[in-house]
């Protein structure tokens, strides 16, 4: 949050309501971080990994094997029960 509406990190804190901050969290949990380079990275990790998967045998590529700075979501728990079958 930092620089947005030009003040401080500490400066937002004091300034934004909880409601606000909810729907700042609502916005980041459906469209990412705000962080310009990250969602670059992503969107080349996408292309990377469809590239990947065209032209491999292999195949399986995820967008996380290219986004370093990115964490793999959580499966969910019937996606672990099919791997455990």
């Given amino acids: 949050m930092n620089g947005i509406g030009g003040c401080t990190v500490a400066e937002a804190k004091a300034r934004m309501s909880y409601r606000e901050f909810r729907r700042w969290v609502a916005f980041r949990n459906k469209r990412g971080s705000l962080n310009p380079g990250l969602r670059q990275e992503y969107g080349a990790a996408m292309l990377a990994s469809i590239l990947a998967n065209v ?8 967008v996380w094997d290219f986004a370093p700075h990115h964490d793999e979501p959580p499966i969910t728990v019937e996606q672990a029960m099919e791997a455990w079958i």
């Fill in 55 to 62: 032209h491999s045998k292999k195949g399986g590529y995820r």
